[in-house]
């Protein structure tokens, strides 16, 4: 079996007596598309937090690739291809959906220490942008302000923006939150697309979407993985079902 | 954040000319002209002098204030570095602004590195308590500088040489080198904020965590951002030190700081030239809000009237709270309102 791409050893995380992210040992094998539910509070966002290096761990690895990232800061871990979406959306406001992207093309395309030419007109960070947002099907809103988005079209450039980024993972964090049913449709097919080019850790709620998509799932509860295995198999363990008992989310 | 959205978009040099300040240069331009036949041609020179000088550092601060929201409490400290680089210089027989310059601008870059590498580590209200207390750090330091005057400061015995002629002593070339630094100063700015860095630079400000979420390292592009901006509020106390022919701790009191942010906020962040009328606007009411108040009170005896002049910062500090309240964006916002009606 090849290298996992990702490989959590004994992650742990808590705050003060409370403990969020309980002995996480998991990993994502190149290509997949691995998916974690698991009921609120659970300490998702919480993991991908430590992930891409926005929290430090108390203990316990984190092998990106092969290599221990552990201590790296969130930038050095976006060079080496890890890239994250917040669950609650974070873009620049001011700034139209393209520079948004722009700057995540500006990130990994040579020195930012340019202190003259126009950033905005520069073609070799518009044209990449604009496929990605072509990409999430915001093509058509590169040039209105992001804050003036609507919930949706900002889901959909948190996307954006990650792939810019030209990530080998990307951490998605519930994309599909507070979005309407079209909306979410597109991003399912868009995820579908990505799924072939990019290895990508899923957070979702929506249930339907998680298990079309999935080829993994692992199963968060109090801050400790339950169950990892195909979606079928998810379905059917009687673990998992006990702890979503009584939540209608569960098919 | 509305307000973000509203007020900046990045300004690209050549894209489009904008009229204000092509219209500003243009007035700072004309005006030697005009000092001529005003008939107090010194004292309108000297004033305008210092307006400009003034709009070097205000839009200095702004550069960090209105495009990376690093509010510095200790700008002036820069304008005291650039100063003294003057005087201790001059004092030992340098009297050479090809050698003043060079030292005030190395001497503001290597105390904004050190300075702004710690402050950057804070945020917030404990960054502008933190700037404040360098900047007081460096006031009391020339306080204490007896060989330079100490408290009381120093007298230039001649404005700076250039390559060895006394160019500058001509109150109408001295008055074209400020304008020459400004533009300079303005265009540079300009550039800056277009370009790659300073899109970082405004990304940053708008929001640290997805910058760092996509990549970048915020604290370098602040912090050469802040360099930057010493080093231009540098230079303008090189040439405060030539108008007022004199440099004292004074250039550098706290008090001095806030009156560059208030220039700042009064003209209208972000947007540099807004810097430069904020500048103007505050030394120019500054200087005659004592006559503005004794004509306008013209229906009260004369001797309230004379009370009301002598006591005119009474009125000076509502005044600009009153703008600063009710003018968001400053004066810019103002104009910028009016022009869309
Ligand atoms: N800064 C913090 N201090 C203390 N407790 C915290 C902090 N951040 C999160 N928690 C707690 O950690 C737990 C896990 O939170 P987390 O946001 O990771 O859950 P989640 O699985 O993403 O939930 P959701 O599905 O609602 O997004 C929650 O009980 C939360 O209250
Ligand atoms: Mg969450």
Known sequence: MAEPLLELRNLRKNYGALVVTDDVSLSVEPGELHAIIGPNGAGKTTLIHQISGMLPSNSGQILFAGEDITNLAMPQRVDRGLA????????LPGFSALENVALAVQARSGSSFRFFGTAAQEKDLNIPAMECLSEV???????????LLSHGE????????????????????????GTGHDESQRVVETLRRLKSRLTIMLIEHDMEAVFSLADRVSVLVYGRVIATDTPERIRANPDVRAAYLGEEEMV | MTEIAETHSAPSLGARLEIIPVVLFAAFAAAPLLATFSGAEG????????????????????????????VSFGHAAFLGLGGYAVGILASHGFEDA?????????????????TGAISLRTKGVYFIMITLAFGQMVYFLATSLAPYGGD?????????????????????????????????????????????????????????????AIGFRPFRFQLAAYVISGMMAGLAGCLLANQAEFVSPAFMTWQRSGELIFMVVLGGLGSLH????GAAAFLLLEEFLPEILHTVSFFLSEETRSHLAENWKMVFGPLLILIVLFVRGGIMGLLRRSHYG
């Not at chain 1, 994250?84 to 873009?91: A, D, M, V, Y």
């Not at chain 1, 099907?137 to 040039?143: F, Q, Y």
């Not at chain 2, 090809?98 to 050190?114: H, M």
């Not at chain 2, 807004?274 to 009328?277: T, W």
Request: charged share 15%; net charge positive; proline share 3%.
């Open chain 1, 84 to 91: 994250r979406s917040f669950q609650i959306t974070s873009i």
């Open chain 1, 137 to 147: 099907g915001l093509g058509a809103r590169a040039h209105i302000p992001a804050g």
């Open chain 1, 154 to 177: 900002k889901r959909q450039l948190e996307l954006a923006i990650g792939l810019a980024t030209a990530p080998k993972l990307l951490l998605l964090d519930e994309p599909l939150a």
């Open chain 2, 43 to 70: 004292y309108v020179l000297s004033l305008l002098t210092r307006v400009m000088i003034f709009g070097v550092a205000a839009m200095a601060l702004d550069l960090i204030l209105g495009y990376g929201a690093l």
């Open chain 2, 98 to 114: 090809l050698i003043q310059v060079p030292v005030a601008l190395v001497a503001s870059a290597a105390f904004a590195l050190v």
């Open chain 2, 152 to 212: 009381d400061g120093m007298t230039l015995a001649s404005r700076s040489l250039i390559a060895g002629s006394g160019w500058l002593e001509n109150d109408f070339t001295f008055y074209w080198v400020c304008l020459l630094c400004l533009f300079a100063a303005y265009a540079l700015s300009r550039s800056i904020v277009a370009s790659r860095f300073g899109r970082v630079l405004r990304g940053t400000r708008e929001n640290a965590v997805r910058m760092e």
């Open chain 2, 274 to 277: 807004g810097a430069i009328i």
